[in-house]
């Protein structure tokens, strides 16, 4: 969802976010890291994130991920973007 949010234009939040550090990996953390790689404009407080979306091209990063398949797929829609 954040990924789908950082490229539609405006600001998103997504809440009720708490339980996602207790994952494969914290993927809210994985998540904040992905959008600073990308270039998107964030804020966080632990439960919720608030996106501020774009349709700008997002620039080409070389990633090391978690072993979290959610977030391997996360980062792999940024790179085809």
Do not use: C, Q, W
């Not at 708490?18 to 270039?39: P, Q, T, Y």
């Not at 501020?52 to 940024?78: C, F, K, N, Q």
């Amino acid at each position: 969802m954040a990924y789908l949010l950082s490229h539609m234009e405006g600001r998103h939040t997504l809440t009720g976010l708490d339980n996602l550090a207790h994952k494969e990996s914290d993927r809210l953390a994985e998540v904040e890291k992905l959008l600073k790689i990308f270039g998107r404009k964030y804020s966080s407080n632990g439960n919720s994130i608030e996106i501020e979306g774009s349709t700008a091209m997002a620039p080409s990063a070389d990633l090391v991920l978690p072993d979290d398949h959610r977030i391997v797929m996360t980062g792999a829609l940024y790179l085809r973007h």
